[in-house]
């Protein structure tokens, strides 16, 4: 069974512009999470999507958004980009809505410079 | 707020030295705590979750228990290969909340 794939791996940006990164979730999982994790910080959530409808959301500006589509695939979206938004992104999926464990994908890497 | 509270933040050990790492927590209703554990670069890897307080789960040589406050994942004889970043997470009830809040980790150092 596939685990969470998120492309691309890696990403270099200049401040000011906009990057989509993009979460495959594990076959049959509705429910796909985003969090930013930074050595400050540590993991923080951006939102979560079940079914095509974004059903939480962290504490972001709007600069960050995401997107769900109908085979449960996810995108999230960062406009104006800046120094600070460079961090590791996780996607995670599960099969349900009740407290089940999350799979996480390896992340993709931006920096903005 | 959901918050969650790991310690030490480093831990280093001698190869087959047992301890335990700590995970305070404050929760509006919890309906699970998680712990992942996170190698360099990789996302992090599921290990438990534990609903009640009272409830112990065991996995090789990793033991996660938990009281109303607290969890702990007690590692027996530790090996080089535990050596990893340990994260505690706890998803509470309140309202719509299905994020989960994450403690900073534990770095876990294991010498041969």
């Known amino acids: 069974k596939a685990g969470v794939t998120q492309t691309p791996r890696y990403l270099i940006k200049t401040r000011g512009q906009q990057v989509t990164l993009s979460c495959s979730p594990i076959?049959?999982?509705?429910?796909v999470s985003w969090y930013q994790q930074t050595p400050g910080q540590g993991l923080q959530f951006l939102f979560e999507y079940f079914s095509e409808t974004q059903r939480n959301k962290g504490n972001f500006p709007g600069r960050f958004s995401g997107r769900q589509f109908s085979n449960s695939r996810s995108e999230m979206n960062v406009s104006t980009l800046e120094l600070g938004d460079s961090a590791l992104y996780l996607c995670a999926s599960r099969d349900g809505t009740g407290p089940y464990g999350y799979t996480f994908g390896s992340g993709t890497r931006l920096t903005v410079v | 707020e959901d918050q969650v509270t790991q310690s030490p933040e480093a831990l280093r050990l001698q190869e087959g030295e047992s301890s335990s790492l700590n995970c305070s927590y404050t929760?509006?209703?919890?309906?699970?705590l998680f712990w992942y554990r996170q190698d360099p670069g990789k996302g992090p890897e599921f290990l438990f979750t534990?609903?009640?307080a009272g409830e112990e789960k065991e996995k090789e040589r990793l033991k996660a228990t938990l009281t109303k406050k607290e969890s702990f994942l007690h590692i027996t004889a530790p090996k080089p290969e535990d050596s990893a970043t340990y994260l505690c997470a706890v998803q509470g009830s309140a309202g719509a909340n299905s994020k989960l809040t994450f403690g900073k980790g534990i770095t876990l150092s294991v010498r041969p």
């Open positions: 534990l609903y009640s």
């Open positions: 929760v509006s209703g919890l309906r699970g």
């Open positions: 076959s049959g999982h509705r429910s």
